[in-house]
């Protein structure tokens, strides 16, 4: 085959969709485009097969454009089911605790026309390589090493119509199931859409037994089971076979649940929020806490933002409680970049009235409170660039500090200077001591040629006013100390550094320059 129908042919297979998958393990990321591959299940499976249980998973998404649903209800930004959008983001996680009980996460994005992007981090501790576990993942996702059948945790498509529903308390379609129904996970796969449209994925996990599971029993026939959350419950009802099935399905909301939470937000939820709530399984007491530490600014969406991206009601009391008024979508921001609520209070204390970005970036770079104060107490106000880059390059602040206090008024790049060309304090505090005026780079070529501070202190004592050359030039042709201190005499001018080098070089001694003295001619008083 020549090249031209080589290509012909790659471009056809490619049609439906190449899949590239591209993997940076030292960052924990995998970046997915082209092709159609459930991460979810690779995740799970994954999990699975090194015996990890699923502790909490969740999801979000947010659409660009208003649509209407099966109710015929206007949707909301961030906390319906999504329709007709053209423009769609989503993000979801899963967080699976070890066998020594640390928590690996999981976190997947998606956005219309961009890759999908998965990042992993996992607990100090957890035993786990982040970089291993890019590869297994990354090679689960591969065409050729996806399980085939289906088999594995069940995953579950509701599809609701898009005509008006009679009941606006209850949202009835249909479902259609994938899967092994006798799989021991106690977490199931979600897919809610509307008229076959991809919708937006939620991942249950029920302690104790699963609903849906068959516990011997055959998996096809007449099937029907109940699942209840907070927010309500969902009848399945239909016909079951190995590896899949389909029927209806109806979600009946929880309406004390429902006005308990419409006090908390000041709206009350309609149906397909409720369907969301149902999901989100929203602790009240959860909801509660929000509501006393956001009060007017809490909002349904708000709080289904920060119940989906797990972030505990302690770090949002402890926020508000240190005086900072940040917006929701910046306490998750905090949240998801790990910024510790001590982190953000030490700060606030410390008197630093930093933003959430100022606060991440600073976390991100590893400087902490104590560098920050530190150099403040010893006389420096660095901004955040400038902490950013004493910390990169190890400047010892017990330096800064003993150089702020003889005096000198240094910027950080001259700290930085002197601290790489190993320049200590003390050797630039002796001659400034000595009535030596050096510019840094003067002090950091005095440190190259390994001037001796003692011997250009004794020449100033002796009453030379050497320049930083001469003194070099001395100790480099060796002029003994002893012997340039001899030679002077207050009642005459100095030689200069030349001419001590000549008498050195010239082997001529002290008592023989006594007498050459005598032709130059005496300093008046």
């Known amino acids: 085959m020549n090249r031209t129908a080589l290509w012909l042919v790659l471009a056809l297979l490619c049609i439906g969709g190449c899949l590239e998958i591209r993997t940076d393990e030292g960052e924990g990321r995998i970046e997915i485009s082209g092709g159609d591959v459930d991460v979810e299940r690779a995740i799970l499976q994954l999990m699975a097969d090194r015996g990890w249980k699923q502790e909490r998973a969740g999801s979000h998404t947010s659409s660009t454009s208003s649509v209407r649903t099966g109710l015929g209800v206007s949707t909301r930004k961030g906390i319906t089911l ?118 937006r994925r ?25 699942l209840d959350r907070r927010a309500g419950f969902m009848l399945f009802e239909g016909q079951r076979r190995p590896g899949g099935g389909s029927g209806t399905v109806t979600f009946e909301p929880n309406e004390a649940y429902i006005d308990q939470l419409a006090g908390l937000v000041n709206v009350r939820p309609d149906a397909d929020e409720a369907l969301t709530l149902f999901f989100a399984d929203l602790d009240l007491g959860y909801a509660r806490r929000m509501e006393q530490s956001l009060g007017s600014d809490l909002t349904l969406e708000n709080l289904l933002k920060l119940s989906s991206y797990n972030i505990p009601a302690d770090y949002v009391e402890g926020i508000r409680e240190a005086g900072y008024a940040f917006p929701v979508e910046q306490v998750i921001k905090l949240r998801s970049y790990h910024v510790p609520l001590e982190v953000l209070q030490g700060f606030k204390r410390a008197g630093y009235e930093f933003s959430a970005d100022e606060l991440i970036r600073i976390r991100s770079y590893h400087v902490g409170l104590d560098h920050f104060i530190a150099f403040r107490d010893a006389g420096y106000d660095f901004s955040i660039d400038e902490m950013i880059k004493a910390k990169s390059y190890h400047l010892p602040v017990e330096m800064a500090r003993a150089l702020h206090e003889a005096g000198f008024r240094y910027d950080l790049d001259q700290l930085i200077r002197l601290k790489s060309y190993h320049v200590p304090p003390e050797y630039m505090i002796a001659f400034k001591r000595a009535g030596y005026d050096l510019s840094v780079d003067e002090i950091i070529k005095a440190r190259s040629y390994h001037l001796n501070v003692d011997h250009a202190a004794r020449f100033k004592e002796a009453g030379y006013d050497f320049s930083l050359d001469e003194l070099i030039n001395l100790g480099s042709y060796h002029v003994p100390v002893e012997f340039i201190v001899q030679v002077h005499d207050s009642r005459y001018e100095n030689f200069t550094a030349r001419e001590l080098i000549d008498f050195h070089q010239k082997r001529v001694s002290a008592e023989t320059i006594n007498k050459i003295r005598a032709s130059k001619r005496e300093i008046q008083p």
């Open 82 to 199: 999504p329709g007709r959008s053209r423009e769609e983001s989503s993000q979801s996680y899963v967080h699976a605790r070890t066998a020594n009980g640390k928590v690996v996460q999981f976190d997947v994005d998606r956005a219309t026309g961009q890759p999908t992007v998965v990042r992993i981090q996992a607990d100090e501790g957890a035993g786990v390589s982040v970089a291993r576990l890019v590869a297994d993942l990354s090679q689960r996702l591969q065409p050729g090493t996806r399980s085939k059948g289906a088999r594995g945790p069940l995953t579950i498509r509701i599809d609701l119509p898009a005509g008006e529903s009679t009941d606006p308390n209850r949202i009835s379609g249909t479902w259609t199931a994938q899967g092994d129904w006798s799989d021991s996970s106690s977490h199931i796969q979600f897919e809610i859409g509307h008229d076959g449209r991809p919708g």
């Open 202 to 226: 939620h991942s249950v996990y029920v302690e104790g037994s699963a609903p849906w599971r068959t516990r011997g029993a055959s998996e096809e026939g007449s099937f029907r089971f109940r």
